[in-house]
């Protein structure tokens, strides 16, 4: 059993930047797939990035490429979600998530791939 923690949510102004931390226990994560989704309220939940600690695999939905950066560290067992140039549709829940690595980004963008989930932290981006 993986179990994740968010942290780092907050209230930030349009332009601005936040940093969101996933800290798992448990189990060491450095070979799983840890991902950040959203979801906005009215809407379904929605990839944002993912990550393999152990070979800094990445990927990123399109909306945030260039803006949000996905790390790790290995020693913590916390991935981390930075967001730069915060734009107020960005505003979401954001939870993290676990489970195996696979190399279809079909699977590591669907809800469906991912067992293991934390409780979320809000981000709210003001105009």
């Known amino acids: 059993q993986v179990q994740l923690a968010e942290s780092g949510g907050g209230l930030v102004q349009a332009g601005g930047s936040l940093r969101l931390s996933c800290a798992a226990s448990?189990?060491?994560?450095?070979?799983?797939?840890v991902a950040w989704f959203r979801q906005a309220p009215g809407k379904e939940r929605e990839f944002v990035a993912v990550?393999?600690?152990?070979?800094?695999?990445?990927y990123y939905a399109d909306s945030v490429k260039g803006r949000f950066t996905i790390s790790g560290d290995n020693a913590k067992n916390t991935v981390y979600l930075q967001m730069n140039n915060l734009k107020p549709e960005d505003t979401s829940v954001y939870y993290c998530?676990?489970?195996?690595?696979?190399?279809?980004?079909?699977?590591?963008?669907?809800?469906?791939?991912?067992?293991?989930w934390g409780q979320g932290t809000q981000v709210t981006v003001s105009s």
């Open positions: 448990g189990r060491t994560i450095s070979s799983y797939a």
């Open positions: 990550l393999r600690l152990s070979d800094s695999n990445t």
């Open positions: 998530t676990a489970d195996r690595w696979t190399y279809s980004t079909r699977l590591l963008t669907a809800i469906s791939h991912y067992a293991y």
